[in-house]
């Protein structure tokens, strides 16, 4: 009997101090997930004007290529860090309905995914601000012209008003 609970001590004791050891030199991960709206944007009429397909955005945030870019980016930055891990661990997903894209990742710090996702989503948030910023530019412009219209318009009734002499009479016409 004193064997088998020397032997169990002894197994809880290896056990605890393996298990120890491994937790204390196993780097923790962090993980994250980022949504993005992107594809479309509301007109006045209501409608939705695609700004580009979602399926496009998808492809070009999995693109193998692009994904090696921003590694080298990275490191030129002298950033050293385990990009295989990145590449490997770098999810996109698409929305089964609408235009949401999910996006995730982790890595061994929150800086580094933080920079990750950064990097990975700047260039289609760039492409809707020009996009978006095109179409500010144009409400202006319509805006402006229909300003202009309007002062035309009110000038021309005034215009109109001046040279009709008034009847004195009261009511619409068709009294």
Known sequence: MRKTLFGLAAALLIGAVVGYLVGAFVPQFQQARAVLQVGSSPTRAGATQIVEPVAAVVERLRDPRRLRELEAGFEQSGVRVPFSM???????????????????????????????????????????????AERVSKLRDDRELARRELERITRRIAALEATTPATGTTGTPFE
């Open 86 to 132: 990145l590449r490997r661990s770098t999810t996109v997903r698409s929305a089964p309905a609408g235009d949401l894209i999910e996006i995730s990742a982790y890595a061994t710090s929150r800086e580094l995914l933080e920079r990750w996702f950064a990097a990975l989503v700047e260039p289609t948030l760039e492409r809707h601000a020009s996009f978006l």
